[in-house]
């Protein structure tokens, strides 16, 4: 009875881990790690302003898709500070572009 009640606790923490990972993107297969985070603040610290509007900048954005390649996702200069409305509106109009 007592090993039964196990399985069923695993097999729903597993279910509630999985509907976890399905929420979240992927962001740290893509290489949004911890050291990311890091590096990423430290060049807010550098640069403070979003490029394109001048407004304080809120993330890391990268000028090169850099689809998982590890030597452009870590190349200070193929990042750019932004807002959180200029990234959106840059990711915005690079989906249409594509489609
Ligand atoms: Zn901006």
Not at 44 to 55: I, K, T
Not at 69 to 86: E, K, S, Y
Request: net charge positive.
């Amino acid at each position: 009875m007592s090993g039964e009640q196990c399985s069923l606790v695993a097999a729903r923490s597993k279910a509630r881990k999985a509907r976890f990972d399905r929420k979240r993107p992927s962001a740290r297969q893509r290489g949004y790690t911890r050291q990311w985070e890091r590096e990423s603040k430290a060049f807010l610290a550098d640069y403070p302003v979003c490029v394109r509007c001048g407004e304080p900048s809120e993330l890391v954005d990268h000028i090169k898709a850099h689809k998982g390649n590890q030597q452009l996702f870590w190349d200070r200069t193929n990042w750019q500070p932004l807002c959180h409305h200029c990234h959106n509106s840059a990711k915005q109009s690079e989906e249409r572009r594509k489609s």
